[in-house]
């Protein structure tokens, strides 16, 4: 019998949402809910309206919120295996995304930046160091490909595209933070594709393929499963491509 091996029970796979009161984030809840399926023992969701809340207004909500999610990794014994950031902004009280330059306007913009960029920014900076040291665990930002600069060929959408732009720029600096503290760790953009939710409804055209959100999670769920650790720091879209920056 080697007495150095630990008797303790392997830690627990957990998961997280934030932003899950959206479409997107709330299919995601529902999909990693189901027992047996991802490899994932339990999933927490966390948002705006959640207990406790996250406001991307008041860093100290991000704080408490990640010592919360510490704190029922430690009653549960488990760990943080997969983190999912679902949160954006595209329209709303703030303003609509631009058409031409003559429309920029700086309200808007900081609102976009803020819930794009600054917001899963701060999640980096509370939540990453929850992910374990060793072995597998992969943190996915929903991004947007209208933020690839190498796609632009359309234009117009300056604050959401250069919002989304800045946020794979954190994804792939923070990957390589993340890589020195565990290679097993992946840190990726995605880019879930047309789904059916508030965020894309005024702008689904006809003709436009419009996916359900149960359907666009379930995608991402698999292209995470999939990746590789050399992966890590890139733009994938919901069929696993990855796309250009
Ligand atoms: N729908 C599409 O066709 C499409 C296409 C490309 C990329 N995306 C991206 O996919 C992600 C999910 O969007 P969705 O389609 O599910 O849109 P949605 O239903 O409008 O959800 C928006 C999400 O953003 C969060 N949010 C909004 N305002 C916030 C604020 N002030 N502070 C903190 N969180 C805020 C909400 O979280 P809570 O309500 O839980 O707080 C919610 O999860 C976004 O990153 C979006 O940019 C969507």
Not at 223 to 238: C, F, I, K, N, R
Request: hydrophobic fraction near 45%; glycine fraction near 10%.
């Amino acid at each position: 019998m080697n007495v150095n091996a630990s008797t303790a029970a392997p830690a627990k796979p957990l998961a997280l949402v934030i932003g899950a009161g959206g479409g997107l984030g709330a299919a995601l809840v529902q999909a990693l809910s189901i027992p047996g399926e991802h490899g994932i023992d339990r999933v927490l969701a966390l948002g705006r309206s959640t207990q406790p809340a996250i406001d991307y207004s008041d860093e100290a909500s991000l704080e408490n919120a990640a010592a919360w999610v510490a704190a029922q990794c430690d009653a549960e014994g488990a760990e943080l295996r997969l983190l999912i950031v679902a949160s954006g902004f595209l329209h709303g009280a703030a303003g609509q995304p631009e058409r031409s330059w003559a429309q920029l306007d700086a309200e808007y913009l900081s609102e976009v930046f803020r819930i794009n960029a600054i917001g899963p920014a701060l999640v980096m900076k509370h939540f990453l160091p929850l992910l374990p040291r060793q072995g597998r665990c992969v943190a996915g930002f929903v991004s947007a490909k209208v933020g690839s600069i190498g796609d632009n060929a359309l234009g117009g959408w300056y604050g959401y595209r250069a919002a989304k732009a800045a946020l794979n720029q954190l994804v792939k600096t923070a990957a390589i933070e993340l890589k020195r503290r565990n290679p097993q760790a992946l840190c990726v953009a995605l880019h879930p594709g047309t789904v059916d939710t508030a965020l894309s409804k005024p702008f689904a055209k006809a003709g436009l393929k419009l996916r359900p959100p149960e359907v666009a999670a379930k995608e991402l769920l698999a292209v995470l499963a999939g990746l590789e650790p050399q992966q890590s720091g890139t733009l994938v879209d919901y069929q696993g491509n990855t796309l250009p920056w």
